[in-house]
T-cell receptor, first 113, second 116 residues
Framework: DAGVIQSPRHEVTEMGQEVTLRCKPISGHDYLFWYRQTMMRGLELLIYFNNNVPIDDSGMPEDRFSAKMPNASFSTLKIQPSEPRDSAVYFC???????????FGQGTRLTVV | GENVEQHPSTLSVQEGDSAVIKCTYSDSASNYFPWYKQELGKRPQLIIDIRSNVGEKKDQRIAVTLNKTAKHFSLHITETQPEDSAVYFCAASRLGSSGSARQLTFGSGTQLTVLP
């Protein structure tokens, strides 16, 4: 298995534009997590899904952020409109039912100018 | 919700010395405490974890201790090597009844530098 796959690896966009980050979890994993990493705030959980259903989105900072998981092999995190303070590395992670380890993707480095 | 505090934020040691990183947590219901290592520009990766039913766990040069009463846990790295240089994150979580992961609350990270 190639692990958790995220795309793009890097994204530079202008303020006000829509940004979509993508994640393919490890096959068979039932949990999917979206994290944001910044120097100031460290690693923050934004939202997580279990069997494609959002369970806890209390970490989503604002209504500009939304996440979907239309099927077991794909999830998106969308920011619309984007702002410079959204610049961060966004990680997707997955873990299996009955498993405790979270497997992280390589991350997407987002820069909003 | 859970709050995890981690100290120190930076740590420099000479190669061969030991390094200790400490974390405290607030939620007494937390029962799972992993440690992740993140090398520069890379993803966080699990290096060791401990569950609340044990007080210590070792894996070669790495060990983790847990004090449930005091709600703190520590990472110990012995005989440090330059390749141990990275950011280390502690985390706390509640595992579900099936042992499934729940959301991890991470500490703020420790930048460990091992000087040759």
């Amino acid at each position: 298995d190639a692990g958790v796959i995220q795309s793009p690896r890097h994204e530079v966009t202008e303020m006000g534009q829509e940004v979509t980050l993508r994640c393919k979890p490890i096959s068979g994993h039932d949990y999917l997590f979206w994290y944001r990493q910044t120097m100031m705030r460290g690693l923050e959980l934004l939202i997580y899904f279990n069997n494609n259903v959002p369970i806890d989105d209390s970490g989503m900072p604002e209504d500009r952020f939304s996440a979907k998981m239309p099927n077991a092999s794909f999830s998106t995190l969308k920011i619309q409109p984007s702002e410079p303070r959204d610049s961060a590395v966004y990680f997707c992670a997955s873990s299996p039912q009955g498993g405790s380890e979270a497997f992280f993707g390589q991350g997407t480095r987002l820069t909003v100018v | 919700g859970e709050n995890v505090e981690q100290h120190p934020s930076t740590l420099s040691v000479q190669e061969g010395d030991s390094a200790v990183i400490k974390c405290t947590y607030s939620d007494s219901a937390s029962n799972y405490f992993p440690w992740y290592k993140q090398e520069l520009g890379k993803r966080p990766q699990l290096i060791i974890d401990i569950r609340s039913n044990v007080g210590e766990k070792k894996d070669q040069r790495i060990a983790v201790t847990l004090n449930k009463t005091a709600k703190h846990f520590s990472l110990h790295i012995t005989e440090t090597q330059p390749e141990d240089s990275a950011v280390y994150f502690c985390a706390a979580s509640r595992l579900g009844s099936s042992g499934s992961a729940r959301q991890l609350t991470f500490g703020s990270g420790t930048q460990l530098t091992v000087l040759p």
